[in-house]
Each structure stands twice: as structure tokens, then as C-alpha cells.
């Protein structure tokens, strides 16, 4: 197949704005609980196999027509996140492996597509660059209602965004497993800034009196 593939316009403008108010009006969207390439942005993340993909989508409903559309036949196990970028915002080079911290033999997803959801026409920078083997291969500037698929195995970065403005996107990479690889993601797991901090206050000792 090819290094990435392009759809464009993916969904109805009316299924993206709701797509878009849901995402931010989400309680774990917050500063980002990905790794430190991801400087300066906003989202949350489900981990789940494709065993609980219905379960997901009830839970979720305004990511059903995006998951209905993009979840690939051959794959098991997905890491699905929005990805909010505003001025400043980056993501320096990397290949996905963002199920590692349950398996850490993983191998890089199947595929990865991403939905460009809300793009200011006028944007600046946010590009996503595309590299196999330290070759550029693909140059993407967003638009809105974009649909891209890329390889897994490729690095990607995000140029930095240099105007005023938000680039949101919904991310999901997309792995084909082994039975054992599989068996030690879990079924539906949500990651999130705003459980971890939920989880330390629930931690911390009682004061006595």
C-alpha cells in the first residue's frame, strides 16, 4: 500500500461540529497524559481490543461514525485519542507504540488514521511530516473533514502550529496482535490527567483533627 492514503470530505459538516463539542466538552479532556513529544497539547485516550469496540462506541456515542468508518478488519487492539494543538503547540518524531506501557514488546500499529476535525483555513504550521527511514514521504497540511490513513511504521511529527488559532484531531492507531500480546492489553481502559489526579486525591491520607 501506499506510505498514506487521503479522504476528502470524510463525514458530514454536521456530524464534525458535534464531533468537535463533544471532544471539548469531554471532563477528561485536559492537558495531554501523552509522552513528552507531544509539547503543548490538550486530549484524553481509550485504550480498548476489538472486543469492546461496541462498548466503546455506547459509552462514546459521537465516536461511533468515525470508528464505524475507520477500524480496519485485520486489527485487535486500537489507542484512540483527540488531539487539541493551539500556538506553540508541537509533536516532535516518533513511531506509535502507545500500547507499550502494557506490552512492552509491542510492535508499531498496523495503521494509524487521523480525522482532521476543526482547522482554522487560515492555519499556520501543524503540518504532519511523514518519514520512512529518515526519508521525507509525506507532507500534510490539515484541512478540515480530512481523513488520512498512514502506515505504523512510519516516524511522524506535527510542525509547530506558529498562528493563532486550535487544530483538532481524532487519532487511532490501530495494531494487529498476537493471542499473547493481546492478552496483556486491557479490554477498555480510558487515560486521562484528570483520573490520575482523581486517583492521588483518593490516595492521600485524612487529616485527623
Same mark, same amino acid.
Given at each position: 500500500?501506499?506510505?498514506?492514503?487521503?479522504?476528502? $470530505?470524510?463525514?458530514?459538516? &454536521?456530524?464534525?461540529?458535534?464531533?468537535?463539542?463533544?471532544?471539548?466538552?469531554?471532563?477528561?479532556?485536559?492537558?495531554?497524559?501523552?509522552?513528552?513529544?507531544?509539547?503543548? *497539547?490538550?486530549?484524553?485516550? #481509550?485504550?480498548?481490543?476489538?472486543?469492546? @469496540?461496541?462498548?466503546?462506541?455506547?459509552?462514546? $456515542?459521537?465516536?461511533?461514525?468515525?470508528? +464505524?468508518?475507520?477500524?480496519?478488519? +485485520?486489527?485487535?487492539?486500537?489507542? /484512540?485519542?483527540?488531539?487539541?494543538?493551539?500556538?506553540?503547540?508541537?509533536?516532535? $518524531?516518533?513511531?506509535?507504540? &502507545?500500547?507499550?506501557?502494557?506490552?512492552e514488546a509491542i510492535t508499531p500499529p498496523l495503521v494509524v488514521s487521523v480525522l482532521y476535525v476543526d482547522v482554522p483555513a487560515d492555519l499556520q504550521g501543524g503540518e504532519l511530516v511523514l518519514q520512512a527511514n529518515k526519508r521525507q514521504v509525506g507532507k500534510i497540511r490539515?484541512?478540515?473533514?480530512? @481523513?488520512?490513513?498512514?502506515?505504523? +511504521? /512510519? *516516524?511522524?511529527?506535527?510542525?509547530?502550529? *506558529?498562528?493563532?488559532?486550535?487544530?483538532?484531531? /481524532?487519532?487511532?492507531?490501530?495494531?494487529?496482535?498476537?493471542?499473547?500480546?493481546?492478552?496483556? #492489553?486491557?479490554? @477498555?481502559?480510558?487515560?486521562?490527567?484528570?483520573?490520575?489526579?482523581?486517583?492521588?486525591?483518593?490516595?492521600?491520607?485524612?487529616?485527623?483533627?
Amino acid at each position: 500500500m501506499p506510505y498514506y492514503q487521503q479522504y476528502h $470530505p470524510a463525514f458530514s459538516s &454536521s456530524y464534525l461540529g458535534k464531533l468537535k463539542a463533544k471532544i471539548l466538552a469531554c471532563p477528561y479532556f485536559t492537558v495531554n497524559n501523552l509522552n513528552r513529544d507531544f509539547v503543548g *497539547t490538550k486530549g484524553f485516550s #481509550i485504550v480498548f481490543r476489538r472486543s469492546h @469496540l461496541t462498548e466503546v462506541q455506547q459509552q462514546f $456515542p459521537y465516536f461511533k461514525s468515525y470508528l +464505524d468508518r475507520v477500524a480496519q478488519p +485485520d486489527c485487535n487492539a486500537f489507542y /484512540l485519542n483527540p488531539l487539541w494543538l493551539q500556538q506553540g503547540s508541537r509533536v516532535d $518524531p516518533h513511531i506509535d507504540r &502507545s500500547l507499550r506501557s502494557y506490552c512492552e514488546a509491542i510492535t508499531p500499529p498496523l495503521v494509524v488514521s487521523v480525522l482532521y476535525v476543526d482547522v482554522p483555513a487560515d492555519l499556520q504550521g501543524g503540518e504532519l511530516v511523514l518519514q520512512a527511514n529518515k526519508r521525507q514521504v509525506g507532507k500534510i497540511r490539515p484541512q478540515a473533514n480530512t @481523513l488520512v490513513f498512514f502506515q505504523g +511504521d /512510519l *516516524t511522524h511529527s506535527v510542525n509547530p502550529v *506558529t498562528s493563532v488559532g486550535v487544530r483538532l484531531s /481524532l487519532v487511532c492507531e490501530q495494531y494487529s496482535l498476537t493471542e499473547a500480546e493481546l492478552s496483556e #492489553i486491557p479490554e @477498555l481502559q480510558l487515560e486521562s490527567r484528570v483520573i490520575r489526579a482523581e486517583k492521588g486525591k483518593n490516595k492521600r491520607p485524612k487529616r485527623g483533627y
